[in-house]
């Protein structure tokens, strides 16, 4: 199942020289090579080193990696049966990671570059290996500066990675961190990998325009008999079409919803229970599957429902 995304369009996010507008895809189908240029900009990796840095005997395709945006939560809950194999994110692989946090703390180490990132949904240590190779001095005696831009305590960056975990803490390999410089990004990111898990969980929004469009003909044949038989709620008003494991008593609280008169209100369960002859524990039992199917929503409290309609 791929996943094509286009990542921020023509911008070009992180450095390296990596285009993620037009090289990736989060399911698979087709691959680049991330951080692998080495030196200061590489994350600590030479180019074409990568293959055998972790798993010896080349069990690792490194040069077939997908890139996934992610919360941090999501990075923490990633499942990995057991200490040598992939993690795996809603029942997929992850091998590169991408995610947004504001920079809590910084840590300079011998080897390496610790920072701790924060971007609401948890925390998590991000490691950026120094280059012990690269030159300390040009060639005129004076100090070579960094071409990385500046990370400060308190902004915000972007990390691209791969997650790893040692002694049973979980911390992020970075091949690139920078800067977010437009605060855009930060929600375009959770936009970005709320649309990942939805795609990976119920699947590419084309299945469900194709499947709405025969479930819309029947919707509309009801509603124009329903509308025949003085029933009509709003006329020719689209509803959104119901979820096939729906259960016969949320479907009747949705169809007394749609065919009671009320106002901007909505209904009350002790309503409902009246109108549909069901119990009060019935209806309460339907009315909170409908609640997490965000069907309905709670007005003047959490016992009167109005429909949701879209």
Known sequence: MAYNSNYGGNQS?????????????YGGAQYTSYGAQGGADGGGFLGGSQGGSQGGGGGKAYGKDTLRPCTILQVLSASQPHPDADFSLDDVEITQITFVGQIRNISQQTTNMTYKLDDGTGSIEVKQWIDSDAPKYDEHGDPVRSRKPELKVGEWARCWGRLKAFNNRRHVGAHVIRPVQDKNEINYHLLEA????????RGPPEQFSAAGGAENVADGQQAQQQQQNGYSNG???AHRSLPPQL???ARRIVQ?????PQNNEGLHMQQIAAATGM???????????????????????????ALLEM
């Not at 996010?13 to 895809?25: E, H, K, P």
């Not at 709320?194 to 969980?201: E, I, M, N, S």
């Not at 007394?256 to 009671?260: F, R």
């Not at 119990?279 to 429902?305: P, R, Y």
């Open 256 to 260: 007394c919803l749609k065919t009671t």
């Open 247 to 249: 259960s016969s008593l």
């Open 194 to 201: 709320t649309f990942a898990h939805l795609y990976f969980t």
């Open 235 to 237: 006329g020719g008003e």
């Open 13 to 25: 996010y992180g450095g390296g020289g990596q285009n993620y507008g037009q090289q990736n895809a």
């Open 279 to 305: 119990g009060v524990a019935e209806v309460m039992k339907g009315g909170d599957e409908l609640l997490q199917q965000s069907l309905i929503f709670t007005t003047v409290d959490d016992n009167t429902w």
